[in-house]
């Protein structure tokens, strides 16, 4: 039996051979992130094409993509979660002096799962997320919890811009509600070309969490 990793959803001993039914070879290489792995002193290390492809497979979704699509499937997926990261690390800016180097811990894929946020979006006539996660960060022992939702604009497909990820910690403290009223009032001021004039923030913070998201379409 396979035994799955809590941590990423994978298999614990990584399969890099070929699928049931699979005709062609798929890379076997693996990207080394720039996402610090709370606990293991380096980063976490992204799948390879075949990985990717075995845990569609072992999942039922293959029938999605063909083994050729995998190496541009990957890439987007890396460029995605480095993105994600970028993001975190902008919120994480909140609380640099209580923690300069946050981690994640593990992270969770709830596609199935609409986040309040994404429900309230839905509901005034935007789409739904394609994908939805949950991660978990290390902030000097401490656990945070952020959830990410994924959108896909089919009217800028194939052209940077094609993805929208809405980054936040989760509403589980009180700690955290106050960094989502902080980061609002901070990307406010930013808008307008202000500094806030509670904390003297230059705006940074608030340009840094409304840049577009430019992963390169797949090809």
Request: contains cysteine; charged residues 25%.
């Amino acid at each position: 039996a396979v035994v799955i990793d809590p941590r990423n959803n994978m298999p614990v001993t990584p399969r890099q051979d070929m699928a049931p039914g699979q005709k062609n070879p798929i890379s076997v290489s693996r990207q080394v992130s720039t996402i610090p792995k709370s606990g293991a002193g380096g980063t976490w290390v992204y799948p390879s094409p075949q990985m990717f492809y075995n845990s569609l497979v072992r999942k039922g979704k293959a029938e999605d993509c063909t083994e050729n699509d995998m190496g541009a499937v990957v890439s987007v997926h890396n460029s995605m979660n480095e993105d994600t990261w970028r993001r975190v690390m902008t919120w994480e800016r909140l609380h640099r002096e209580d923690c300069t180097n946050p981690m994640l811990l593990r992270f969770l894929g709830r596609p199935d799962d609409l986040s309040p946020l994404a429900w309230a979006r839905y509901l005034t006539g935007g789409g739904k997320p394609f994908d939805r996660h949950d991660w978990y960060v290390d902030r000097s022992g401490k656990e945070v919890r952020y959830v990410i939702d994924y959108y896909f604009h089919e009217d800028k497909a194939g052209l940077p811009g094609q993805f929208d990820l809405v980054v936040r910690p989760a509403a589980d403290s009180f700690e955290a509600v106050l960094d989502r009223l902080k980061m609002n009032v901070y990307i406010g001021c930013a808008m307008v070309g202000i500094p806030c004039p509670i904390s003297g923030n230059n705006g940074a913070i608030g340009r840094e969490a409304v840049e577009p998201n430019n992963t390169a379409p797949e090809s």
